[in-house]
């Protein structure tokens, strides 16, 4: 399964011509493209989908939709499905 998953932006940067960031999942830290939402800064929380930040969302938002996800069990199948930098299955530069 591929969720958009919630996550706080703790770090932006570029690497090589592209903006890219440094996300926070529930403790998770994974690194995401962040050129489709360049209004998107530290501190501002996105979703996330297979490495690519797809929108901005509100802070109450983003956690109410994680505390639902954790609920149901989605929270720690999403994060952990790959251990080496994936989201949703797909892989993540790092």
Avoid: W
Avoid at 10 to 29: L, P
Avoid at 30 to 51: F, M, N, R, S, W
Avoid at 61 to 82: I, K, M, P, R
């Amino acid at each position: 399964m591929c969720l958009g998953i919630p996550g706080k932006v703790i770090e932006v940067y570029e690497a090589n011509g592209t903006r890219m960031g440094r996300v926070d999942f529930s403790g998770i830290q994974k690194e995401v493209c962040l050129a489709y939402v360049p209004e998107v800064e530290v501190g501002d929380y996105t979703i996330v989908h297979v490495g690519f930040a797809i929108t901005r969302l509100d802070e109450e938002s983003a956690l109410e939709t994680l505390a639902l996800f954790q609920q149901v069990g989605l929270l720690d199948e999403e994060l952990n499905a790959d251990q080496h930098g994936a989201i949703g299955g797909a892989p993540v530069a790092g």
